[in-house]
């Protein structure tokens, strides 16, 4: 009997080390439905593993730094234009352009200048005209490369016809592109427009010219 119950015992122990043995090596599982995450692999560091997950990481675009602006401010520009006087005889031709400013910035963004300049071209049959203006210019910066300009002043209509002059009110409309910067200085091309205006003749002048601004 004694024997009996002995050898019960021993099995039951047995059977309670096999089963603790088993749960101690056994592989975890995934629950049901749920497979094994797969990789993640971001492109361009290393080789891809197998079965990984592409991530793309793109760094946004900055934006381009505001100019410091403040302070004195020049132009100083050159180009072409054509000149259109009103005069029956008188038609449109090819002229050369010059402007020269000086004023100050009173923001980054809003600048006052004087502005001299002067369109010189032939108009009618070899008869040369001349349109030199005095404007007071307001420039405002529309973004880190784009301004946009306008002024009123006087101007004085000079041809060989009329070698006096006639005194005109001036207008003048600019919009420019700056395609290169530095901290204080920018290379601009600039489309710009002057018209003189009075009770005996009106003179306009579009051009595009190339320009030095210091800011």
């Known amino acids: 009997m004694k ?31 749920y497979g ?23 760094t946004p675009r900055q934006p381009e730094p505001t100019r410091p602006r403040s302070g004195f401010g020049l132009q100083l520009g050159q180009g ?47 008869d040369s005209a001349l349109i030199g203006s005095f404007v007071a210019l307001l420039q405002h910066w529309t973004s880190e490369r784009w301004m946009v300009s306008g002024g009123l002043g006087v101007a004085s209509l000079v041809s060989a016809s009329n070698a006096n002059g006639r005194e005109s009110l ?12 530095w901290t204080h200085h920018s290379l601009m091309v600039v489309f710009e427009v002057t018209a003189a205006l009075n009770s005996g003749a009106r003179a306009i002048a579009p051009g595009i010219s190339f320009e030095w601004q210091i800011h």
């Open 36 to 58: 094994q995450p797969a990789p993640v692999y971001t492109y361009g560091v290393g080789p891809p593993p197998s079965g990984s997950q592409y991530v793309l990481q793109t």
């Open 80 to 126: 072409f234009a054509g000149i259109w006087v009103s005069d029956s005889r008188e038609g449109g031709s090819p002229a050369s352009a010059l402007g020269l400013a000086l004023g100050g910035y009173v923001s980054p963004e809003l600048a006052v200048f004087v502005r001299v300049s002067g369109v010189v071209g032939i108009v009618g049959e070899g």
């Open 3 to 33: 024997s009996l119950l002995a050898a019960a015992i021993f099995l039951n122990f047995a059977s309670i080390s096999s089963r603790a043995s088993a749960q101690e090596y056994a592989v975890p599982q995934a629950p049901p439905g």
């Open 170 to 181: 001036s207008v003048l409309g600019r919009v420019g592109y700056a395609f290169s910067h």
